[in-house]
């Protein structure tokens, strides 16, 4: 964990956490979750959009599924982990450590989709309610991108 967030928890650290919290955040995911990726995964197979490989590294970010013949980078993000304005939220307990943890990520999102842009690549991100309410309208999204992008000759030289 990083010093700075280490840093905002009372005591520097995790000592007044309860075992019920600390069993739930652990059971949390990195990928693979069944709310974002493996959504989208099943959606893009059941509409027939191929073409795409899952967190090929290395890449900044490391995006959920990437399109090298195109150039786009596709990142699902949770609504909790990156802070989604309509229905993301901080948590009461620990507030200031929650606060900084969200803000590192949505800034590690700003830098990795700023990076990725400078390389050429098109960065789509989706969010988790996103997915949920409008699968349809996600993949309508990356089928337009795909297709805007093979028209203009995209290719995937220099892309590291």
Request: proline share 4%.
């Amino acid at each position: 964990m990083e010093k700075r967030l280490r840093e905002k928890l009372p005591l520097g650290g995790f000592n007044d956490v309860s075992p019920i919290d600390s069993a739930r955040q652990k059971a949390v995911r990195g990928t693979g979750n069944r709310s974002t990726e493996l959504r989208l995964r099943a959606g893009l197979v059941r509409a027939g959009v191929a073409g795409w490989k899952v967190r090929p590294k290395p890449m900044r970010g490391n995006p959920d599924f990437v399109f090298l013949e195109q150039k786009i980078a596709v990142f699902v993000d949770g609504c909790f982990w990156h802070g989604c304005p309509s229905c993301g939220h901080v948590p009461s307990k620990n507030r200031a450590f929650w606060e900084a943890k969200l803000q590192r990520n949505r800034e590690r999102d700003r830098a990795a989709t700023a990076d990725l842009t400078e390389k050429g690549f098109l960065v789509l991100r989706f969010w988790e309610h996103e997915l949920r309410d409008d699968l349809g309208n996600c993949l309508n999204r990356i089928r337009v991108a795909l297709t805007t992008r093979t028209r203009s000759g995209c290719k995937t030289s220099d892309w590291l």
